[in-house]
């Protein structure tokens, strides 16, 4: 382990023999010389190897190594005389484990399209940006776990099967194993007794609503998990499976949510910041120019506070047009998401108290009875990072808000005895893992931040 590239090139030159596993990254021969760049997946930074093939007996394994070849050099850390590097390593032997055929090989030295890589995405890992997705990826949720667990809020493990759909959108994949060329049916309709669950189920949309369960015991809880949705959405930001992280508070209201989301944001960005300098300067410099230098301005900056109506006055009010007509009851779109705060505030924008039509049953009605306590975290760049509310825990109000919507409560019955017994104000929210990841890297499309992205008609790998 100690053997990290990203260990030995901040080392210091030592006598001892070492020995460095890894992928070859480029090779270059001279007379006497073989020069190779190595990589390990641990950092950005190659390590350069130097070979004497003068006095060693290893020319004929040498012409075997390529770009892509799986090697391990032993030999001893020297003072590189080059500028790039404080230490190379001076090899004397080499174990060739695996080659890689230079005429065959997809990834060659020269720069890739990402849309290329998607389709490659088995040995897209061993380029230099989606390893730096890889480790920003890694970082930033251990963050989640660290700040969560510095709150005292209580892991929980949500079903990934389920029989509810969490967001009354309709917007789920079935979980079946019914013959699809033979469905049993009785009178025309399909016999879900003779389903493996007894009952029509689905890959779950959020774990919010057993999350709520477990905040009605422990208080605050969190869960980090997958998440599924048959959305038929292709963007540079929706996916068929995404990583949500949905925290529960009981005894909490709206203000109280959006002072963690937040203050949650903040923690993680500046995670990553001082944990991941190397690949975060890569993509500022690289991917989207100033995108670290950005991150930085936000985590110094209170988020603005934008009731949902003066959101709709900002954007009526200004001469610029919109894709999309704006209006009192219409949903804010990307582009509007993108004009508040990129034009307007040029800062993350809490925007709260959302029109009851359109979002989900469980949140709290506002006393105006048409709008509910709602919150959408927007950020620049991307528009919703985070969607969370107030949870509308009054067992009369919240059985009148499923009838409206023509939700069966009965599908709903363990969701309302929470809020028979022993209810209480609480909040929560979902932040979209792959979304922060590309927010934080500034990569253009989610599919590139995600190891093996599902979309629409595509599930590969
Ligand atoms: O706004 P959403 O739908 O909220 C919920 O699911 C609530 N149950 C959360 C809660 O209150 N506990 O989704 C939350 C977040 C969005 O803000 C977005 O970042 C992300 O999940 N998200 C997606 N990310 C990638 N692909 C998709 N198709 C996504 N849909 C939502
Ligand atoms: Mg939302």
């Not at 099967?161 to 033979?182: N, R």
């Not at 709520?212 to 048959?230: Q, S, W």
Request: hydrophobic share 40%.
């Amino acid at each position: 382990m100690q053997n990290r590239i990203v260990h030995l090139i901040d080392a210091d030159p030592s006598e001892t023999r070492i020995n460095v596993e890894g992928w070859i990254r480029t090779k270059r021969d001279s007379k006497n010389f073989c020069f190779f760049e190595i990589n390990d997946g641990s950092c950005l930074k190659n390590l350069q190897v130097i070979l004497d093939k003068s006095t060693s007996e290893l020319s004929e394994v040498i012409t075997h190594i390529s770009t892509g070849a799986s090697v391990t050099f032993t030999g001893i850390l020297v003072e590189s005389p080059g500028k790039n590097q404080k230490v190379e390593l001076q090899a004397e032997d080499v174990i060739l484990h695996g080659e890689a055929p230079a005429d065959t090989y997809p990834l060659q030295k020269k720069r890739h399209s990402l849309e290329f890589l998607r389709e490659i995405a088995h040995l897209r890992p061993r380029t230099n940006t989606i390893s730096a997705v890889a480790r920003v990826r890694n970082s930033l949720s251990f963050a989640i776990h660290s700040y969560f667990q510095e709150k005292e809020f209580i892991y929980v493990h949500t079903p990934i099967v389920s029989a509810s759909d969490a967001e009354g959108a309709g917007e789920m994949f079935q979980v079946t194993t019914l013959p699809l060329d033979d469905i049993p049916k009785d009178n025309g309709v399909v016999d879900y007794s003779k389903d493996f669950f007894g009952k029509p189920a689905n890959l779950t949309v959020s774990g919010q609503l057993e999350a709520e369960i477990y905040a009605m015991a422990l208080k605050n809880v969190y869960t980090f998990g997958p998440t599924f949705r048959a959305e038929n959405s292709n963007t540079a930001r929706h996916l068929a499976e995404f990583w949500m992280i949905e925290p529960e508070m009981a005894f909490c209201t709206l203000e109280g949510d959006m002072a963690v989301a937040e203050e949650f944001l903040k923690y993680i960005f500046n995670y990553v910041l001082n944990h991941c300098e190397a690949d975060m300067a890569f993509f500022n410099k690289w991917v989207q120019k100033g995108v670290a230098d950005g991150l930085k301005e936000v985590v110094d900056k209170p988020f603005i506070h934008l009731p949902y109506t003066d959101a709709i006055k900002e954007l009526t009010s200004t001469k610029k047009e919109f894709e999309f007509p704006v209006s009192w009851g219409a949903d804010l779109q990307s582009e509007h998401e993108k004009f508040l705060t990129e034009e307007v505030f040029k800062a993350p924008v809490i925007v709260t108290d959302y029109p009851k039509e359109i979002k989900a049953f469980y949140m709290k009605l506002n006393d105006d009875e048409k709008t509910v306590r709602a919150m959408d975290v927007l950020v620049p760049r991307l528009g919703e990072i985070i969607g969370g509310s107030e949870r509308e825990y009054r067992y009369d109000v919240l059985t009148r808000r499923l009838d409206e919507l023509g939700l069966d409560p009965k599908d709903y019955w363990w969701y309302l005895d929470l809020r028979k017994y022993g209810s209480v104000p609480h909040a929560g929210f979902g932040l979209g893992f792959d979304r922060v990841v590309q927010y934080v890297t500034g990569m253009q499309n989610i599919r590139d931040v995600i190891p093996f992205p599902r979309t629409v008609h595509n599930a590969e790998f």
